[in-house]
C-alpha cells in the first residue's frame, strides 16, 4: 500500500503541534497526525529537528511503543519520553505511531508502519542507509519482527526487553542488531533474548547485547542511557561500512 506525500498531507489530521527539546542543540518539532489505512486510520507522532533541510538527509527512527494503557499518540509519549532523549544527538527524524492493532506483529501492522514509513520518506529527505527500528516490550518483540521481515528497508536495530519468538534470524541479513534486556526483567524472559544473541553470535552477525542488572521491566527511564550507548555503537558500525 502506498500513500503519496500529497495525500498524506491533505489527509492529515494535526492534533497537536509542539516545539519540543529533547536535549541537543536543537528543538524537535513534534506534530500528531494521523494516517490513512485500508482499516480506518493509525495516528503516530513524528518529530522533525528544527534544523532540518531537505538538502541535508538524516537518519530515520522508527519507534515502537510498548504495551499497556493506549492514550492517543501512546507512540509520541514513548518517543518523548524514551526514544527522543536517547537519540538526542542523531538529529534524526523520529516516527511513532500508535499500533492500529493490539500487536506490532500482526499484517495489519506491518502493512500500515511500513507504508508510513515509505510517506514520510516521500515528504522528508531521508539518509537510506542510516534507517533504525527500536522499540520496547511489545516494541522490543515488533522490532525484530519488522526487522527480520524488511532488511532491505532498515539498516539497524535495537531491541529492548523484547525477544525474537518465532522470527526467522536469517531475515535480518547483515543488519547490526544492538539488544537491550534486563536480566531481572519479570515481564519478558531475558533467556530467549540470550538465546538469539548467541545465534547470531555464532553466525558472525554484527550483534551486541546488553545485559542489565536489577533493572525491573516497568523502570523505563533505566533504559534511556543504555538505549543512548546502543545509538553510538550503531552509528560506528554504519561509519565501519561507510554509510
Known sequence: MGVGSDTMRMIATVAAL????????QSARVQELVFPIPEGEMRYALSVPDGYEPGNPRPLVLALHPGGGRAPYYGGAFMRQVVGPALRDWEAIIVAPDAPTR???????????????????EDYAVDRDRILVTGFSLGGRGTWFMATR????FTGAIPIAGSPDDDALDGLGSMPVHIIHSQDDEVMPFAPTLAAAQTLEDRRHPV?????DGVGHFAMGSYIEPLRLAGDWMRARWDAAGR
Open 150 to 153: 524488511h532488511a532491505d528497508l
Open 103 to 121: 500487536r506490532w506483529t500482526s499484517a495489519t501492522a506491518e502493512r500500515a508502519v511500513i507504508a508510513l514509513l515509505h510517506a514520510v520518506m
Open 208 to 212: 551486541r547485547l546488553t545485559a542489565l
Open 18 to 25: 509542539t516545539a519540543v527539546t529533547l536535549g541537543g542543540a
